[in-house]
């Protein structure tokens, strides 16, 4: 995966990738509408399909809604880097097949293009230079992200697997 | 092997003594989803596959997020859960029953030992009852609807201990708001919150899940309260952690000079003692939510209102946790009280906390509210500033049209 940063601070909560008023619809292309509204409201119109957004620490704490990674996928982010992410949504986005890194501090600034190669587990800052390990994930997560998500997944294995 | 109680409870449903960061699948006693969160759970449910429900008796549905629907979109999610309910034979708990979490606990369907799953962050409230309980999102409830099991990592655990007796006009809610600001947003994350100590003992069960249901504004996976002092109107074995247990972290606090605390705008855990952000004007009060909608809440309210009106400039916004709370608020006079001085009533339910209706602040309007956060926007107006306390603060703020000490204002009175 290759693509530009769009750079957010720590603690970014779930009002904030899309507030709750919107969240109560089933088609994800009203979602996409609304992310990052009330953060970042020009966000739509700056980003391409295949970007990513980076963050501090604790992304997505606050609420257990879905939508939130969901929105962010629907709007054409590939991925989420993060110092660390908040437990829920976390495995939401796995679950939707929405790839998150976690990265620990980082200095990656705005704008700069990014490379990662999950299988490896390496982020390339290509601006700065720069590479990150990221965080393993737990394998059952892995075996879920693989397949696509938990509906695959569970499609696929009817049961957990460990 | 000395166990914490969530390690306890976790191992007697596993079937092996666990141990922190295991990698376990749970077989779990029940779940829940609200109307904020089912219908993306219908759907992956169904993409997997459909069919019957792991235990229809099990899986609890709950209108309570835009309850009743403010508009078409809504109405027909609504509908949507409806008839999956009847379909599948599951419970659906109907506009005006009530928050899933206090419906969950009313009804029993979260009880001590248990291990319970909602779709909803705040699901950890049911630590309130001893219970390991813990919020995810839509998809992995389509799991556990399915299956009945979910897999989690065992949460390494840290024990709070809250020594001393809270002092008068210091409630379950200004000791979580205390928590939070010491811990901060991720100061517990991935783990679980043991609260012990004797600033506990005395707490009712409606105190008991103010304290729970906010540990997930330190990042909790869970929050659990030592059983003792637990009343339930049901008879119940406890699960009590080992004295030898291994903790991640062991936290004292002493709570005996406390006073009442207020989260200030935009973050839960910007915690500040009330006397400093006192006099701040604010336009709407709000009392309710799964932190503190519940009776002795709206009681707490009616003792510094009883006989007098609130500020001309406040409008005053009140959504009873449950209909049983709403009944025995009625029978106890307190509804009377809080609409005399002016309050309005809505719907049992979340109301105006998660900013879809029944309050939406306008921009530049400071709110009181005794919900559990303050993220810019949370009410829907990003534009709108939210203060969190307690209900009788936001009672005695109500009164005088800013933020003020209910302590100040029962003075003045000699009661």
């Given amino acids: 995966m290759k693509g530009k940063v769009h750079l957010y601070g720590d603690h970014v909560d779930t009002d904030q990738i899309i507030p709750g008023a919107y969240t109560k619809t089933l088609d994800v292309e009203d979602l996409a509408v609304h992310v990052f509204e009330y953060l970042d409201p020009d966000f739509r119109l700056r980003m391409t399909s295949g970007d990513f957004v980076v963050a501090g620490e604790n992304f997505g704490c606050g609420s257990s809604r879905e939508q939130a990674p969901l929105a962010l996928k629907a709007a054409g982010i590939a991925a989420v880097v993060a110092s660390s992410f908040a437990r829920i949504f976390y495995r939401n986005a796995i679950n939707i097949g929405l790839s998150v890194v976690e990265i620990g501090p980082h200095e990656i600034e705005k704008g700069s293009e990014l490379e990662i190669d999950l299988q490896a587990g390496v982020l390339t800052d290509r601006t700065a230079q720069r590479t990150y390990p990221t965080a393993k994930i737990p394998a059952v997560m892995l075996d879920i992200l693989n397949e696509g998500g938990l509906v695959p997944y569970l499609k696929k294995h009817g049961d957990y697997q460990l | ?415």
């Fill in chain 2, 1 to 415: 092997m000395s166990q914490t109680a969530v390690e306890k409870i976790l191992s007697q449903h596993v079937g092996h003594p666990v141990r922190p960061d295991e990698l376990v699948i749970v077989p779990v006693d029940s779940i829940m989803a609200s109307d904020a969160t089912a219908p993306y759970a219908i759907r992956a449910f169904e993409e997997m596959g459909g069919g019957d429900l792991w235990r229809p008796d099990k899986v609890i549905l709950v209108i309570d997020h835009a309850a009743p629907a403010p508009n078409q979109r809504i109405g027909n999610l609504h509908r949507m859960m409806r008839e999956f309910a009847q379909e599948k034979g599951c419970r659906l708990y109907d506009v005006g029953a009530g928050i899933c979490h206090q419906v969950m606990v009313e009804n029993r369907h979260a009880q001590p030992g248990e291990v319970v799953i909602g779709a909803d962050s705040h699901s950890c409230a049911y630590g309130a009852l001893g219970a390991f309980a813990t919020g995810v999102g839509s998809t992995d409830l389509a799991a556990l609807m399915r299956t009945g099991k979910t897999w989690l990592k065992v949460p390494p655990t840290i024990r709070i201990e809250l020594a001393g007796r809270l002092p008068a006009g210091t409630v379950a809610k200004d000791v979580i708001l205390f928590l939070v600001g010491q811990l901060g947003l991720n100061g517990a994350s991935y783990q679980a919150i043991e609260y012990t100590g004797e600033a506990i003992e005395g707490l009712t069960l409606a105190g008991r899940m103010t304290l729970a249901s906010m540990s997930v504004e330190m990042g909790a996976k869970a929050g659990i309260v030592d059983p003792r002092g637990l009343e339930l109107p049901y008879r119940f074995e406890p699960v009590w952690a080992d004295k030898q247990a291994h903790y991640a972290q062991v936290l004292r606090f002493d709570l005996s000079n406390l006073s009442p605390q207020i989260s200030a705008p935009h973050s839960p855990d910007h915690v500040v003692p009330l006397e400093d952000v006192q006099g701040t004007r604010v336009t709407m009060a709000f009392i309710g939510t799964c932190t503190n909608g519940r009776f002795e809440d709206l009681q707490a309210a009616a003792v510094v209102l009883k006989g007098r009106s609130i500020a001309p400039h406040v409008r005053m916004i009140i959504a009873p946790a449950s209909r049983e709370v709403f009944n025995q608020a009625l029978q106890e006079g307190v509804v009377e009280i809080l609409s005399q001085a002016g309050a309005t009533f809505i719907t049992p339910g979340c109301g105006p906390c998660v900013g879809t209706h029944l309050g939406v602040p306008g921009d530049g309007e400071v709110v009181i509210s005794s919900a559990n956060r303050n993220f810019r926007g949370r009410m829907g107006n990003p534009n709108a500033q939210i203060y969190l306390a307690s209900p009788a603060v936001v009672a005695a703020t109500a009164l005088c049209g800013v933020i003020t000490d209910p302590g100040q204002v029962m003075e003045t009175t000699g009661s």
